[in-house]
């Protein structure tokens, strides 16, 4: 926690706790107790989870590092960044030069660009061995240049056989099946997908090309084994059907009423067919369940079977106070708790988990009961109320009181001034400490006055004086110990403008600030409202009341400066 220095107040300023966290004793607050360090490379960690915030890392040896093939973006540093590859710039180690590694199996060459290692070359962005030429034809196979091979030849690798349809099997180059050998190569025997090729006038084949219109007889279509073929073969076009009902004539996945229909295709090769299908249901009724078509219903929208309202996790088609059917949770204490139906408990009621105990505020699930957060109690009966009968639906802050060093949570039995501030005696003020929403009350009770010797301590931190004023205000409460004096009073926020008030009187609302050479200090006993603190010794009495500046903003003839 860091504290400010005592001579580093400057003269003037409006000094709030909030950026000076405990300073007046003051709790401090973080975003929650459950907020995660910020991790980052080279940080230590359990698994692969922890080094989650910094994408493409992941945990080796106890620290965040990045992936393999990923290094540490100098231009962003603590980030990841995709190593570069083949004939991409790269940095190898220097004294000025960050290194930038190459993807493996790359390196990075003399001239800082990625290249494949010596004795190797680059085909189709891999390293292969590079093999010199020779009288024997050989292959890159590895690490290793091995002789390319005939059909009958020996062989270890499939890549060594030089026909095309061949393989290296039982360690000799042969035909695959589906290809015979003929005149030193392997012919492949043309076959369609469903029935047989259409042959040409000799009785072999038909080949064709795809863009030479005419090229296949009527009721058949063009086949490229592979898309790198140059010509295919005719195959007989198989009359397509619908799963269930028939095709739209003229129609295809391009115009497809899709209300009623869907698109139904199959491609072979590089042919492709399509067609329009009927759909069991149209999609405004697009659920079926036992024959029927439904559509899906909103919760609380009428259905007739439970399928319409999978919307929300566990709802029910079911009968209403009216009778009516509408999608709800099941009957008893359950609720719709964001798209799930989950059961509802009260204060004091048996749970499984937090989301049960939402029917009151400020609840969670602690030892399989409803139970108040901590620092939390059940609301008090509302006065006149028979509080025998009277169950708490609510948590509510414990009660509090401020002091000089933060706040004091009250133990035990209190003094209720919510309904009237007169409850409180003449050494006690009414502090409202809480406002419900839900059932829009408010709670206050009696907290002791300040003295003299609390506003002292408020400037005390600082290494300054209270300033008082020259006379009691008739309207405020003092102990015994201020009958001498009281603080000087200032705003800490601005007023509102005096455009929101009703300007009748032609009068503007005033903001009130501090003597010149002194400072507005956060009063812990007020809202956004502080007392005047001078960087002296001694306690000054002020000869004057706190100067005012209109609450627009403009400077007032005194000397003071509103912050």
């Keep these: 926690m860091i504290q400010p220095s005592r001579a580093s107040v400057p003269v003037g300023a409006v000094i709030n706790p909030n950026a000076f966290p405990g300073l007046l004793g003051m709790p401090e607050f973080g975003i929650n107790d459950n907020t995660l360090p910020q991790i980052s490379l080279g940080a230590a960690?359990?698994?692969?989870?922890?080094?989650?915030?910094?994408?493409?890392?992941?945990?080796?040896?106890?620290?965040?590092?990045?992936?393999?093939?990923?290094?540490?973006?100098?231009?962003?540093?603590?980030?990841?960044?995709?190593?570069?590859?083949?004939?991409?710039?790269?940095?190898?180690?220097?004294?000025?030069?960050?290194?930038?590694?190459?993807?493996?199996?790359?390196?990075?060459?003399?001239?800082?660009?990625?290249?494949?290692?010596?004795?190797?070359?680059?085909?189709?962005?891999?390293?292969?061995?590079?093999?010199?030429?020779?009288?024997?034809?050989?292959?890159?196979?590895?690490?290793?240049?091995?002789?390319?091979?005939?059909?009958?030849g020996e062989c270890d690798h499939d890549e060594q056989c030089q026909q095309s349809y061949s393989q290296c099997l039982h360690k000799k180059c042969q035909c695959i099946a589906g290809a015979s050998q003929r005149d030193g190569n392997c012919v492949p025997v043309s076959q369609c997908p469903l029935g047989d090729p259409a042959t040409d006038g000799n009785g072999g084949v038909k080949e064709c090309k795809l863009d030479e219109a005419g090229a296949c007889p009527d009721d058949h279509y063009c086949l490229y084994p592979e898309f790198a073929d140059s010509k295919g073969f005719c195959c007989p076009r198989i009359k397509m059907n619908c799963p269930i009902g028939k095709p739209l004539d003229g129609r295809n996945c391009t115009d497809c009423p899709w209300a009623t229909h869907h698109c139904f295709s199959y491609v072979i090769g590089t042919y492709t067919e399509t067609m329009c299908c009927p759909n069991a249901c149209p999609t405004s009724q697009s659920l079926q369940v036992d024959g029927q078509c439904y559509s899906r219903v909103a919760f609380g929208g009428n259905c007739m079977v439970d399928e319409q309202c999978s919307n929300v996790i566990g709802a029910k088609c079911r009968a209403d106070d009216e009778e009516k059917t509408r999608c709800l949770c099941p009957e008893g204490n359950f609720s719709n708790y964001f798209g799930k139906c989950i059961k509802v408990a009260k204060l004091g009621d048996n749970c499984t988990r937090?989301?049960?105990?939402?029917?009151?505020?400020?609840?969670?699930?602690?030892?399989?009961?409803?139970?108040?957060?901590?620092?939390?109690?059940?609301?008090?009966?509302?006065?006149?109320?028979?509080?025998?009968?009277?169950?708490?639906?609510?948590?509510?802050?414990?009660?509090?009181?401020?002091?000089?060093?933060?706040?004091?949570?009250?133990?035990?039995?209190?003094?209720?001034?919510?309904?009237?501030?007169?409850?409180?005696?003449?050494?006690?003020?009414?502090?409202?400490?809480?406002?419900?929403?839900?059932?829009n009350r408010t709670y206050s009770l009696c907290c002791p006055a300040p003295g003299l010797k609390e506003y002292q301590s408020v400037c005390?931190?600082?290494?300054?004086?209270?300033?008082?004023?020259?006379?009691?205000?008739?309207?405020?409460?003092?102990?015994?110990?201020?009958?001498?004096?009281?603080?000087?009073?200032?705003?800490?926020?601005?007023?509102?403008?005096?455009?929101?008030?009703?300007?009748?009187?032609?009068?503007?609302?005033?903001?009130?600030?501090?003597?010149?050479?002194?400072?507005?200090?956060?009063?812990?006993?007020?809202?956004?409202?502080?007392?005047?603190?001078?960087?002296?010794?001694?306690?000054?009495?002020?000869?004057?009341?706190?100067?005012?500046?209109?609450?627009?903003?403009?400077?007032s003839t005194n000397a003071g400066r509103y912050v």
Excluded: H
């Excluded at 991409?88 to 790359?106: G, H, L, Q």
């Excluded at 009250?410 to 059932?439: H, L």
């Design 460 to 555: 005390a931190p600082f290494s300054m004086s209270l300033i008082l004023a020259n006379k009691l205000g008739s309207a405020e409460r003092n102990t015994d110990a201020d009958a001498d004096g009281r603080p000087m009073r200032c705003d800490l926020a601005p007023y509102v403008p005096a455009t929101l008030f009703d300007s009748v009187n032609g009068t503007e609302p005033e903001a009130r600030v501090c003597p010149t050479g002194s400072s507005c200090v956060f009063d812990p006993f007020t809202v956004n409202e502080g007392v005047c603190c001078r960087s002296r010794q001694e306690t000054i009495v002020a000869q004057t009341e706190p100067k005012t500046v209109p609450a627009d903003g403009r400077q």
């Design 45 to 152: 960690c359990q698994n692969n989870f922890t080094c989650m915030p910094v994408p493409n890392s992941l945990c080796v040896e106890g620290k965040c590092q990045c992936l393999p093939n990923f290094y540490e973006d100098p231009a962003a540093p603590g980030m990841c960044r995709l190593a570069p590859g083949y004939s991409e710039e790269c940095a190898s180690n220097s004294i000025n030069t960050k290194v930038i590694p190459c993807r493996e199996p790359f390196i990075c060459n003399g001239t800082n660009m990625c290249d494949c290692p010596a004795g190797y070359i680059q085909e189709n962005f891999v390293c292969v061995k590079d093999c010199p030429p020779g009288d024997v034809p050989v292959v890159p196979i590895g690490n290793e240049c091995l002789p390319a091979r005939q059909l009958g």
């Design 354 to 439: 937090d989301e049960e105990c939402q029917a009151g505020t400020n609840t969670v699930c602690r030892q399989n009961t409803c139970q108040c957060y901590l620092g939390y109690m059940p609301e008090p009966a509302p006065a006149g109320s028979n509080t025998a009968e009277f169950i708490a639906q609510q948590c509510i802050a414990e009660p509090s009181c401020p002091t000089a060093s933060g706040i004091r949570k009250i133990d035990g039995a209190y003094q209720d001034c919510s309904d009237s501030a007169d409850s409180c005696n003449d050494k006690e003020f009414c502090r409202k400490w809480w406002y419900d929403a839900p059932t």
